[in-house]
């Protein structure tokens, strides 16, 4: 049995040689032409299990098994591939080299991909090779994205106790339209025919939500309702949008160079793209100083959106009062707090429910007056509790700004009535 458990091992072993000298004869590079690697393996492992049959070379036990395992090593990401194909894995990490968890529809499993340190190493060079970003000693943290679209996080020691911690995020869904979100059950039709026609109208949007709980998606889903001709310009940490829109351009930050120069911040972002002539302007997530730019922008009179982490309507208001202090000893609450209430038009605050599906929790519009220096609200969608059927229902607010649905020839009352 250990002989013929050898010869196995031999066997997938010669392959992977040959198709390694072949890969390296015809100059063909694995990751960009995944094709012509499938093609090459499946012709190489053919010609090795013809050869095996005439008694040449031990036999493959599974041959089909082994041409796929062999892409994946060269081609991908080796044995994490399985999980990046996998379309209910949402996310992939790696604690230790012995422990591989995903996220399955919102739940963490442990798996049994046992890695070696030298495995986690060369996958992590692998993925920043295409990402163009760093990761030594004296940048112990790196984010980036994947060819695929994927978001990569990186900590290596002695920020980390032993070993290097990997996050590797998934765009699992995506969602270019409120409609999307409707049949996955995250919105009702009633609340996506508001959120489109706010959209539309060019009211302003913060997104909130925990960590996975939809936010990119839901701000590519509003996106979706941005009308056509508009220029939209987008800045973010690193890219996760693909907002469905013509006139569109991208902008991500950039880490500093070997000698500590060339950083580009989210904050330097912004301002550049209010120098390039947008319509809406799209921030990814805000968590820093950032906002105070984002605030005076939408405050200048171009509409947007973006992302927030909170745990409510009520606390991503808060937050945005709060993270603009951030900018500097001489920016104070008197300024932030007006500012935010004549800024911010409306609250989608997204959860996820213990089965895993993501789903607007409520929809809160931002009056525009402050009292006590707290942020007024008034709540136009709610979520009921699970006990009275856990629907999202119509609530008893108005959204602000009720000029920008006349001039979009939107009839507000009739819509938040369903009746348009």
Not at 11 to 30: H, I, K, N
Not at 64 to 71: I, K, Q, V, Y
Not at 105 to 111: A, M
């Amino acid at each position: 049995m250990a002989i013929e458990v050898l010869a196995r091992s031999d066997a997938a072993s010669l392959l992977a040689q040959e198709v390694r000298e072949l890969v390296r004869r015809r100059g063909l590079d694995p990751v960009t032409d995944r094709r012509g690697l499938e093609r090459l393996v499946a012709e190489a492992a053919a010609d090795y299990t013809d050869r095996a049959t005439a008694g040449v070379v031990p036999p493959l036990e599974d041959a089909a098994a082994a041409a796929r395992s062999l892409c994946d090593e060269l081609g991908g990401l080796g044995p994490l591939q399985a999980y990046l194909d996998d379309p209910e894995i949402e996310e992939i990490w790696i604690n230790t080299p012995a422990q591989v968890f995903v996220a399955r529809r919102g739940v963490s499993e442990l798996t049994t991909t046992l890695l070696t340190a030298q495995q986690v190493r060369d996958l992590v060079e692998r993925m920043l090779k295409a990402s163009g970003r760093r990761l030594d000693l004296s940048s112990p943290f790196v984010d980036a994205t994947l060819p695929g679209g994927e978001r990569l996080h990186v900590v290596i020691p002695d920020v980390t106790r032993e070993h290097m911690a990997v996050n590797i995020r998934k765009h699992v869904v995506r969602a270019h339209h409120l409609d999307h979100l409707v049949r996955r059950g995250s919105l009702t039709p009633h609340a996506a025919a508001f959120l489109d026609a706010s959209v539309r109208a060019g009211l302003n949007v913060l997104v909130a939500g925990a960590t996975q709980a939809g936010k990119t998606t839901m701000l590519n889903a509003l996106a979706g309702s941005i009308p056509s001709g508009r220029r939209v310009v987008s800045c973010e940490e690193v890219f996760e949008l693909q907002l469905p829109v013509r006139d569109h351009v991208a902008m991500q930050c950039r880490q500093p160079s070997l000698e500590g120069t060339g950083e580009i911040p989210l904050r330097r972002l912004v301002k550049e793209a209010l120098r390039m002539r947008p319509d809406r302007i799209v921030i990814g997530e805000v968590r820093e100083a950032e906002s105070l730019d984002l605030l005076i922008a939408l405050n200048a009179g171009i509409p947007g959106a973006c992302t927030i982490h909170a745990n409510s309507a009520r606390e991503a208001i808060t937050k945005m009062c709060t993270l603009p202090l951030l900018a500097g000893e001489n920016v104070s609450d008197r300024f932030v707090t007006p500012t935010v209430a004549s800024a911010i038009d409306l609250v989608v605050h997204l959860a996820v429910a213990p089965d895993g599906i993501r789903h607007v929790r409520e929809i809160v519009a931002v009056t525009g007056r402050v009292e006590s220096g707290t942020v007024e609200t008034a709540q136009i969608f709610r979520r009921r509790a699970v006990a009275e059927g856990g629907e999202l229902v119509r609530g008893d607010g108005f959204p602000p700004d009720r000029e920008s649905f006349e001039r979009a020839g939107i009839d507000v009352h009739a819509l938040l009535a369903g009746t348009l």
